[in-house]
């Protein structure tokens, strides 16, 4: 059943004492054509979980470099169907890594919430995130998700009030994603202290694993983060970025993205065991 991959993945890496990578990446950029490839690629380089974001016009709460690699995927006329279609072709060849499907409610309510529902969980998706989703409103969405095996994941921001919080804690499942920064994805200098202060609140309210995305662009900084109570790292734009440059330049950008996530994956484990 699908909503048990992630609680696997999580206790596995809990009793290794390990923190998960979660790299995010928007489907059908730069290529639709290897959009499993990379898939793949992600999950056999270190990827304990992968956000895969579905392209829309209006991505808000995205900065300047999610923001274009949607506007790229979408003049190639990626649409939620092929993102579904693309989980579904990962899952033949990888049953173990989770997928979590990342965007707006937007394509979601075009495509129907109930057809959604159904074609995610004959994908074998794992867990959504529908960033303007307020969890107020959200009840029935989780209710329908939930009877189809699918997580629903919120996002949590530095100004989440402890009410709130405590609902979002209630209504949720799989994980929780706190925003470590005030602003849009791909913003830099996170405050270690400040989101390990948070995170020791939000761990006292939820027994959820917590992983931190937004700011984390590096190596170094994604080891940063991993010295926090985080249970795992988000990573974005910045594999975005690589995939773009590395489109440009005719490199390979499977190769290009293995080694950034082998190298995200070896600091974030050597900073945890530091911990121990």
């Given at each position: 059943?699908?909503n048990?991959?992630?609680a696997?993945?999580f206790e596995?890496l809990q009793r290794k004492r390990?923190?998960?990578?979660v790299p995010?990446i928007?489907?059908g950029?730069?290529?639709?054509s290897?959009v499993?490839?990379?898939l793949?690629?992600m999950a056999d380089?270190?990827a304990d979980i992968?956000e895969l974001g579905i392209?829309f016009s209006?991505?808000?709460a995205d900065?300047?470099?999610i923001?274009?690699?949607?506007e790229?995927a979408l003049?190639?006329?990626?649409?939620l169907?092929?993102?579904?279609?693309?989980v579904?072709e990962?899952?033949?060849?990888?049953?173990f890594?989770?997928i979590?499907?990342m965007?707006?409610?937007?394509?979601?309510?075009r495509?129907?919430?109930e057809?959604?529902a159904?074609?995610?969980?004959?994908?074998d998706?794992?867990?959504?995130?529908i960033v303007?989703?307020?969890?107020?409103?959200?009840?029935n969405?989780?209710?329908?998700?939930?009877?189809?095996?699918?997580?629903?994941?919120?996002?949590?921001?530095p100004?989440?009030?402890?009410?709130?919080?405590?609902?979002?804690?209630?209504l949720g499942?799989g994980y929780l994603?706190y925003v470590?920064?005030?602003?849009v994805?791909?913003?830099k200098?996170?405050?270690i202290?400040d989101?390990?202060n948070?995170l020791?609140?939000i761990?006292e309210?939820?027994?959820?694993?917590?992983v931190?995305?937004?700011g984390?662009?590096?190596p170094?900084?994604?080891?940063?983060?991993?010295?926090t109570?985080?249970d795992?790292?988000?990573i974005?734009?910045a594999?975005?970025?690589?995939?773009?440059?590395a489109?440009k330049l005719?490199?390979d950008p499977?190769?290009?993205?293995?080694?950034f996530i082998?190298n995200?994956?070896k600091?974030?484990?050597?900073?945890?065991?530091?911990?121990l």
């Amino acid at each position: 059943m699908n909503n048990l991959r992630l609680a696997n993945c999580f206790e596995n890496l809990q009793r290794k004492r390990q923190k998960a990578l979660v790299p995010y990446i928007t489907a059908g950029d730069p290529d639709p054509s290897k959009v499993v490839e990379l898939l793949l690629a992600m999950a056999d380089s270190g990827a304990d979980i992968i956000e895969l974001g579905i392209p829309f016009s209006d991505p808000m709460a995205d900065g300047p470099v999610i923001q274009r690699s949607s506007e790229r995927a979408l003049k190639k006329g990626v649409n939620l169907q092929k993102c579904l279609n693309w989980v579904k072709e990962f899952r033949l060849q990888n049953k173990f890594t989770p997928i979590v499907l990342m965007g707006y409610a937007n394509p979601i309510e075009r495509f129907g919430i109930e057809d959604f529902a159904k074609e995610a969980s004959n994908a074998d998706v794992d867990g959504v995130l529908i960033v303007d989703y307020p969890p107020e409103e959200a009840l029935n969405f989780c209710r329908l998700m939930k009877t189809h095996h699918i997580d629903v994941i919120f996002l949590l921001a530095p100004t989440t009030s402890i009410e709130r919080l405590k609902h979002i804690a209630r209504l949720g499942s799989g994980y929780l994603y706190y925003v470590s920064l005030r602003g849009v994805t791909g913003a830099k200098n996170i405050d270690i202290s400040d989101v390990s202060n948070r995170l020791k609140i939000i761990r006292e309210i939820s027994p959820l694993p917590t992983v931190v995305g937004f700011g984390i662009s590096t190596p170094k900084s994604a080891a940063e983060v991993a010295t926090t109570p985080a249970d795992g790292v988000v990573i974005g734009s910045a594999i975005i970025d690589k995939l773009d440059n590395a489109n440009k330049l005719g490199i390979d950008p499977l190769i290009e993205i293995s080694g950034f996530i082998k190298n995200i994956k070896k600091e974030i484990n050597i900073s945890t065991r530091a911990l121990l």
